[in-house]
């Protein structure tokens, strides 16, 4: 028995010393300091990919100009064109709609790729939100450690669907609740096909303490951000 233990040891590597950042609120107003996290860790282990979860652009051309200079290999993920519920009403989301036409080329031009396609949790077998489909349940089960860390996950899979990203490696994906970015992990990526397999969340750089439970058009006391930057940019 003991020659046996001794075949399975696995040979100890020193820990990571890793931090955690425990946001006391969710939603945009995180934006910022998420970005700053996620350009530190990306340099610590050295990660050349971060996946940015963007519905209107601002949250993209944010990161561009915290990632500036640093080498790193931006992803922006969209959502495909919609809207989507706001206090003031509903606000197109989709950065290749008409409304960012000019935000887009900014990214563009800057090297930033944009993939922009169906939702791997919300496929076409997903009729409504209240019919449990396999995605519908795994949508759910992500939604326990916060709406950011659930497209964290989403958005590192379809960025690396669509070629963006080489499955297997460790890449930087984050998430946000209602607007902006809240939640960053470090994740071992692969195609949607391959999720119970070969997926992994390595580590939690950042993610709200709390959740929002109420519904989009009126965010509890859990989210703090600015919707108005939002409705500005669509009156220009």
Known sequence: MKDSEDI??????????????????????NTANLLKLSRQRAIE?????????SETGLSALKALEIYRGSGLKITVVTHYPSTTASPKGRIPIGINTEEYEGTRKILEKE???????????????????????????????LELFGSGTKIAIETAIMATDAGKIQPGIEIISTGGTLRGLD????????????????????EIIAKPRYLVHEDYQYPDRNWKGDFEKYYERLKK
């Open 183 to 202: 939640t960053a992990l470090v994740v071992k990526t692969c195609f949607s096909h391959e999720f119970f397999r070969e997926f992994e969340v390595r």
């Open 111 to 141: 090297g930033v790729a944009i993939v922009q396609g169906t939702r791997p949790f919300v496929p076409p077998s997903r009729i409504d939100w209240t019919v449990n489909t396999m995605e519908g349940m795994i949508d759910s089960t």
């Open 8 to 29: 399975r040891k696995i040979p100890e590597s020193p820990d990571l010393q890793t931090g955690i950042t425990y946001f006391r609120y969710s939603g945009e107003a």
């Open 45 to 53: 282990r050295g990660i050349r990919d971060i996946v940015i979860a």
